[in-house]
């Protein structure tokens, strides 16, 4: 006998307990119970309690074996013979989950089907809906006028119940359901509004492939047929998706169906004017003409009784608050008394929109109410709080001192690593970014690191305080905090600690002698890590260690980031053969790549690339490229491998011949690596070369040709083609390509091939050799440190028009494919609906000149965006070819 499970409902309600039926059930004891379908005279109620286990089983990830499912299956179909209307659903709710195999199926198809023909309209809706779920298609075509009957049938149940079937059919046989759309059509104009609503997803679906009639669907219905508000609902989302549609064929002009939307806002169903109001919201480049009679109804809701309307009232004037601020600013006043409603969600939803919406006289009201606040809701709320109150402060500058002194008390309460990650965050973007918080914000971190239980934010401070602390105007005082650290802290900080004493003592010369001492003390450590720093430091500092010549070499030693990706310098390390040589870590590639090798997958699922000549551990792009091209006596000589790009496909998919092409960029040279693969077994291909047409590439000349000797059925090869260019210098221009071989016809049975070949080509597309290809994508890790070091005269600033775009993120993306740099710090994701944007960017152009760049986007009403481009780079004149790129771009 299962025991009953007792839980207390609520803590005033002691005596009061509830038991679950289903603890401690188990399958084997059920399955004895299912006998019961068998007996002569039924219990009805009893079996109903049996389907309800089994169904419990099933849902909770039971699975049962071929035989029990099938016991089971057949006892259920006896208890067709019940005339009870509660065990009949049940019934239909297990052969439904059962998913019958297509022999059982015949078994229980009858009986369905005469239920569907049945007097009772409950019958006839479960068993239209349990039918459609386990036949196939070929039993379908036999009851497909009866559910085009029950489409139109006056019953809404029945009606709503041959609907939703034919939603699902749709996934399995659309051609049947097709041929439906008359009486779904009819059935978009019922009275009943559970069967206007999935007619109208019915049809929707059925037409949702093709554009034009999905408008006209959209046109007929917004003039006033549609009742439901369900329906009317579903109507509004599918009026958006056209809006939008159409928005990117049409830039400019009035939007299309925007009045239904506007009339939608003035409905009797709330739904429908919450959903009015959030499609309006989410229109692309909404301006604030259009913006306000949304918003008048949504700060209608805030004040209602209704939490549920509260909520989503304030969450969709949070999002608009982020990109239209000044639109919700109305609604400052109903949104400050949400401040205290009992639902924590809608409490933080209303904080988070007024420290986006507010104004600077505001700050210190809001800052006292959310005092109380913070200490009632969860972490995952208090997170979204500190980011809104770090994007106030970052806008109103002068009020940081509030700020900072808010997220440093709540730094010292209680909470877990993401929520004190996030105020750590916070704290040290508005260092940065306002230069007066400095002092105070430092001295605030150094005092939460003396009592921090996370090893990560810990020497995330200690490298941060290490960067900034020398250069406030008292360093002194922060070398208490970390020398503290040493002692007190595991070994993990205490060499976080040892590193950031190093940097004191490097740039602080009155701090240096106290510098020695301690680190000298750290020479005791029982960690190996510690002492190791505390060695290399000290005779760094000393003048002794060979990290270089100068000052400026041992700074950037200690300062400098570290570029090389770790996946790079990884696989080189892997493919470091020992040698008299010392491995040089600045032949490591700096390219970031998001996979260690894209290569090409035929039919015969084998490599094109480098990876096909050469075995060992996956290599890194251009390490394992220079490898391949350095073993060719004719490329020898070109010098080192600057650049290799991403396969370009030559050829369409499941074409006889598989071509892509590589481009190798060199400071004089450009090497084309054509990667080939024959698809036709019974073709042997040999003297495998591309002839290329340099005709609109007027800066290259061919200077050699290495043709591919034999090229079997799925086993890939490769043949080069050399172009000398002007040294140094970007040339641009596109190939024309021909693939010409000897064709020699293979013998199935044996594998030989004949003697004799015919000579036949094969044309390519055509391959572009641009600005990007010159271009390394090298991130940084701190994007504004390596800014402000290097030299504002490079700097090179201009601004340019990019003309009518969709959204900024097109243009963004247009421009970084340009440049064919590194997007820094994820400022390459553009919110929706944003009006500005600034991007980072960085890498490394041939030559290798580093080069950081600043792209400011702004977009107007026409959907015109402006960019204002600012380049610094280790060389003016590449400043200014990147600014040339840009503009010819």
């Given at each position: 006998?299962?025991?009953p499970?007792?839980?207390?409902k609520?803590?005033?309600?002691?005596?009061?307990?509830?038991?679950?039926?289903?603890?401690?059930?188990?399958?084997?004891?059920?399955?004895?119970?299912?006998?019961?379908?068998?007996?002569?005279q039924?219990d009805?109620?009893?079996?109903?309690?049996?389907?309800?286990k089994?169904?419990?089983?099933?849902?909770?990830?039971?699975?049962?074996?071929?035989v029990e499912?099938?016991?089971?299956?057949?006892?259920?179909?006896?208890?067709?013979q019940?005339?009870?209307?509660?065990?009949?659903?049940?019934?239909?709710?297990?052969?439904?989950?059962?998913?019958?195999?297509?022999?059982?199926?015949?078994?229980?198809?009858?009986?369905l089907?005469?239920?569907?023909?049945?007097?009772t309209?409950?019958?006839?809706a479960?068993?239209?809906?349990?039918?459609?779920?386990?036949?196939?298609?070929t039993?379908?075509?036999?009851?497909?006028?009866?559910?085009?009957?029950?489409?139109?049938?006056?019953?809404?149940?029945?009606?709503?119940?041959?609907?939703?079937?034919?939603?699902?059919?749709?996934?399995?046989?659309?051609?049947?359901?097709?041929?439906?759309?008359?009486?779904?059509?009819?059935?978009?104009?019922?009275?009943?509004?559970?069967?206007?609503?999935?007619?109208?997803?019915?049809?929707?679906?059925?037409?949702?492939?093709?554009?034009?009639?999905v408008?006209?669907?959209?046109?007929?219905?917004?003039?006033?047929?549609?009742?439901?508000?369900?329906?009317?609902?579903?109507?509004?989302?599918?009026?958006s998706?056209?809006?939008?549609?159409?928005?990117?064929?049409?830039q400019?002009?009035?939007?299309p169906?925007?009045?239904?939307?506007?009339?939608?806002?003035?409905?009797?169903a709330?739904?429908?004017?919450?959903?009015?109001?959030?499609?309006?919201?989410?229109?692309?480049?909404?301006?604030?003409r259009?913006?306000?009679?949304?918003?008048?109804?949504?700060?209608?809701?805030?004040s209602?009784?209704?939490?549920?309307?509260?909520?989503?009232?304030?969450?969709?004037?949070?999002?608009?608050?982020?990109?239209?601020?000044?639109a919700?600013?109305?609604?400052?006043?109903?949104?400050?008394?949400?401040?205290?409603d009992?639902?924590?969600?809608?409490a933080?939803?209303?904080?988070?929109?007024?420290?986006k919406?507010?104004?600077?006289?505001?700050?210190?009201?809001?800052?006292?109410?959310?005092?109380?606040?913070?200490?009632d809701?969860?972490?995952e709320?208090?997170?979204?709080v500190?980011?809104?109150?770090?994007?106030?402060?970052?806008?109103?500058?002068?009020?940081?001192?509030?700020?900072?002194n808010?997220?440093?008390?709540?730094?010292?309460?209680?909470?877990?690593f993401?929520y004190?990650?996030?105020?750590?965050?916070?704290?040290i973007?508005?260092?940065?970014?306002?230069?007066?918080a400095?002092?105070?914000?430092?001295?605030?971190?150094?005092?939460?690191?003396?009592?921090?239980?996370?090893?990560?934010?810990?020497?995330?401070?200690?490298?941060?305080?290490?960067?900034?602390?020398?250069?406030?105007?008292?360093?002194?005082?922060?070398?208490?905090?970390?020398?503290?650290?040493?002692i007190?802290?595991?070994?993990?900080?205490?060499?976080?600690?040892?590193?950031t004493?190093?940097?004191?003592?490097?740039?602080?010369?009155s701090l240096?002698?106290?510098?020695?001492?301690?680190?000298?003390?750290?020479?005791?450590?029982?960690?190996?890590?510690?002492?190791?720093?505390?060695?290399?430091?000290?005779?760094?500092?000393?003048?002794?260690?060979?990290?270089?010549?100068?000052?400026?070499?041992?700074?950037?030693?200690?300062?400098?980031?570290?570029?090389?990706?770790?996946?790079?310098?990884?696989a080189?390390?892997?493919?470091?053969?020992?040698?008299?040589?010392?491995?040089?870590?600045?032949?490591?590639?700096?390219?970031?790549?998001?996979?260690?090798?894209?290569?090409?997958?035929?039919?015969?699922?084998?490599?094109?690339?480098?990876?096909?000549a050469?075995?060992?551990p996956?290599?890194?792009?251009?390490?394992?490229?220079?490898?391949?091209?350095?073993?060719?006596?004719?490329?020898?000589?070109?010098?080192?491998?600057?650049?290799?790009?991403?396969?370009?496909?030559?050829?369409?998919?499941?074409?006889e011949?598989?071509?892509?092409?590589?481009?190798?960029?060199?400071?004089?040279?450009?090497?084309?690596?054509?990667?080939c693969?024959?698809?036709?077994?019974?073709?042997?291909?040999?003297?495998?070369?591309?002839?290329v047409?340099?005709?609109?590439?007027?800066?290259?000349?061919?200077?050699a040709?290495?043709?591919?000797?034999?090229?079997?059925?799925?086993?890939?090869?490769?043949?080069?083609?050399?172009?000398?260019?002007?040294?140094?210098?970007?040339?641009?221009?596109?190939?024309?390509?021909?693939l010409?071989?000897?064709?020699?016809?293979?013998?199935?049975?044996?594998?030989?091939?004949?003697?004799d070949?015919?000579?036949?080509?094969?044309?390519?597309?055509?391959?572009?050799?641009?600005?990007a290809?010159?271009?390394?994508?090298?991130?940084?890790?701190?994007?504004?440190?390596?800014?402000?070091?290097?030299?504002?005269?490079?700097?090179?600033?201009?601004?340019?028009?990019?003309?009518?775009?969709?959204?900024l993120?097109?243009a963004?993306?247009?421009?970084?494919?340009?440049?064919?740099?590194?997007?820094c710090?994820?400022?390459?994701?553009?919110?929706?609906?944003?009006?500005?944007?600034?991007?980072?960017?960085?890498?490394?152009?041939?030559?290798?000149?580093?080069?950081?760049?600043?792209?400011?986007?702004?977009?107007?009403?026409?959907?015109?965006?402006?960019?204002?481009?600012?380049?610094?780079?280790?060389?003016?004149?590449?400043?200014?070819?990147?600014?040339?790129?840009?503009?010819?771009?």
């Amino acid at each position: 006998m299962a025991q009953p499970l007792v839980v207390k409902k609520d803590d005033d309600l002691d005596e009061e307990e509830y038991y679950s039926p289903f603890l401690g059930i188990e399958k084997g004891a059920v399955l004895q119970e299912a006998r019961v379908f068998h007996d002569p005279q039924l219990d009805a109620r009893r079996c109903c309690q049996v389907i309800t286990k089994l169904l419990y089983l099933l849902n909770q990830g039971d699975t049962f074996t071929k035989v029990e499912a099938t016991e089971v299956f057949f006892a259920t179909t006896k208890l067709f013979q019940s005339k009870d209307a509660g065990l009949r659903r049940m019934v239909y709710l297990m052969i439904k989950e059962l998913s019958p195999s297509a022999d059982e199926v015949i078994i229980v198809t009858s009986s369905l089907m005469k239920d569907m023909n049945s007097k009772t309209d409950m019958y006839r809706a479960n068993a239209i809906r349990v039918l459609c779920r386990i036949i196939d298609s070929t039993l379908l075509t036999q009851i497909e006028r009866y559910l085009k009957q029950a489409i139109v049938d006056k019953n809404p149940v029945v009606a709503s119940a041959a609907l939703v079937s034919g939603i699902y059919l749709l996934q399995t046989s659309p051609e049947v359901v097709k041929r439906w759309s008359n009486e779904v059509q009819e059935a978009v104009q019922s009275r009943a509004a559970l069967v206007q609503f999935h007619a109208l997803a019915l049809l929707h679906q059925i037409r949702q492939n093709d554009r034009l009639a999905v408008s006209k669907l959209v046109t007929s219905l917004t003039r006033g047929s549609v009742r439901s508000p369900l329906a009317q609902c579903l109507l509004i989302r599918y009026t958006s998706q056209v809006i939008r549609e159409s928005s990117m064929n049409n830039q400019g002009g009035d939007r299309p169906f925007f009045d239904f939307l506007e009339s939608c806002l003035r409905n009797k169903a709330e739904m429908v004017i919450l959903e009015a109001a959030r499609a309006i919201t989410e229109l692309n480049g909404v301006t604030s003409r259009e913006l306000t009679p949304a918003i008048t109804v949504l700060q209608l809701f805030l004040s209602s009784s209704k939490p549920v309307l509260r909520f989503a009232a304030v969450r969709t004037l949070n999002k608009v608050a982020s990109t239209h601020p000044l639109a919700v600013t109305n609604c400052n006043i109903d949104m400050e008394s949400l401040i205290s409603d009992q639902n924590r969600s809608i409490a933080t939803l209303a904080i988070t929109t007024l420290l986006k919406t507010g104004n600077e006289s505001s700050v210190d009201r809001l800052m006292k109410q959310m005092t109380n606040f913070m200490s009632d809701i969860a972490d995952e709320f208090k997170i979204v709080v500190v980011e809104a109150i770090r994007s106030l402060c970052l806008k109103f500058p002068l009020k940081y001192r509030s700020l900072m002194n808010f997220l440093s008390n709540i730094l010292r309460e209680e909470g877990g690593f993401e929520y004190k990650k996030a105020i750590v965050d916070s704290i040290i973007i508005l260092i940065r970014d306002i230069p007066d918080a400095k002092e105070s914000g430092l001295f605030h971190l150094c005092e939460f690191i003396e009592d921090c239980e996370f090893t990560y934010l810990s020497t995330q401070i200690l490298h941060f305080l290490g960067n900034e602390g020398p250069k406030t105007s008292d360093p002194s005082k922060y070398i208490r905090y970390i020398y503290n650290r040493v002692i007190l802290e595991n070994a993990t900080v205490r060499a976080s600690a040892v590193s950031t004493l190093a940097k004191f003592g490097a740039l602080v010369d009155s701090l240096k002698p106290r510098i020695f001492v301690l680190l000298r003390r750290c020479l005791f450590d029982g960690d190996d890590e510690v002492r190791d720093r505390a060695t290399l430091y000290l005779k760094l500092l000393d003048g002794e260690a060979t990290v270089g010549e100068t000052e400026k070499d041992v700074n950037e030693f200690l300062f400098g980031s570290f570029d090389i990706p770790l996946v790079n310098l990884e696989a080189s390390l892997r493919n470091y053969e020992p040698s008299e040589a010392p491995f040089d870590i600045s032949s490591v590639s700096l390219e970031t790549k998001s996979q260690p090798l894209a290569e090409k997958k035929t039919t015969g699922k084998k490599p094109t690339g480098p990876a096909s000549a050469l075995s060992g551990p996956v290599p890194i792009v251009d390490a394992s490229y220079e490898k391949l091209l350095s073993s060719i006596p004719e490329f020898a000589g070109f010098g080192k491998l600057f650049k290799s790009s991403a396969p370009v496909e030559l050829t369409e998919a499941e074409t006889e011949y598989s071509v892509n092409a590589v481009k190798h960029i060199y400071d004089g040279h450009v090497v084309l690596q054509y990667n080939c693969t024959n698809t036709i077994p019974e073709q042997l291909l040999e003297e495998v070369v591309v002839f290329v047409d340099a005709s609109e590439a007027d800066e290259f000349s061919e200077v050699a040709s290495k043709p591919l000797r034999s090229l079997p059925y799925d086993s890939p090869g490769q043949t080069f083609v050399a172009f000398e260019k002007p040294e140094g210098i970007p040339a641009t221009g596109k190939f024309s390509n021909l693939l010409k071989f000897i064709v020699k016809e293979v013998d199935p049975s044996t594998g030989e091939a004949d003697d004799d070949g015919v000579e036949d080509e094969y044309q390519l597309e055509d391959l572009e050799i641009a600005y990007a290809d010159y271009m390394l994508k090298v991130g940084v890790s701190n994007f504004r440190n390596a800014w402000e070091s290097m030299d504002p005269e490079s700097e090179r600033v201009d601004e340019y028009g990019l003309g009518v775009r969709e959204s900024l993120a097109e243009a963004v993306g247009a421009v970084i494919s340009i440049l064919g740099m590194q997007p820094c710090e994820g400022t390459d994701v553009i919110p929706s609906n944003s009006r500005s944007h600034t991007c980072l960017l960085s890498g490394v152009f041939i030559g290798n000149v580093k080069v950081l760049v600043r792209l400011s986007f702004g977009i107007s009403g026409p959907k015109e965006v402006a960019m204002k481009l600012a380049v610094r780079s280790d060389d003016p004149e590449i400043s200014d070819k990147i600014h040339e790129i840009v503009a010819n771009g």
